[in-house]
């Protein structure tokens, strides 16, 4: 079992920033690749962004491609992800989930195993 709590969520005008942190407990962090999801009201939970378990490689949505940073801390199990030039659109819960697969290329969410219990995250226009 892999536990995890996001943290960083808020308020934020457009054009400003925010970072997001999940913290990992449970089994060894190292081993599982890590994504980031965002889900709106009466949407689906889409892929923002992972990062392989060695945090060698990382993939992002086309939507949030040099905005978005998503980063690991294997040391201290902690993901996080930098949002940047954020946009009305970006308002959702934001969910951090860990796979046993140890690449980037995860997007679908039913390639995770685990999940977070997600942080809402709202810009203003």
């Known amino acids: 079992q892999v536990q995890l709590v996001e943290f960083g969520g808020g308020l934020v005008q457009a054009g400003g920033s925010l970072r997001l942190s999940c913290a990992a407990s449970?089994?060894?962090?190292?081993?599982?690749?890590m994504g980031w999801f965002r889900q709106a009201p009466g949407k689906e939970r889409d892929f923002v962004a992972a990062?392989?378990?060695?945090?060698?490689?990382?993939n992002y949505a086309d939507s949030v491609k040099g905005r978005f940073t998503i980063s690991r801390d294997n040391a201290k199990n902690i993901v996080y992800l930098q949002m940047n030039s954020l946009k009305p659109e970006d308002t959702a819960v934001y969910f951090c989930?860990?796979?046993?697969?140890?690449?980037?290329?995860?997007?679908?969410?039913?390639?995770?195993?685990?999940w977070g219990q997600g942080t809402q995250v709202t810009v203003s226009s």
């Open positions: 989930a860990a796979t046993q697969g140890r690449s980037s290329h995860y997007i679908s969410p039913t390639s995770y195993n685990y």
């Open positions: 449970g089994r060894t962090f190292s081993n599982y690749a």
């Open positions: 990062i392989s378990s060695s945090g060698s490689t990382t």
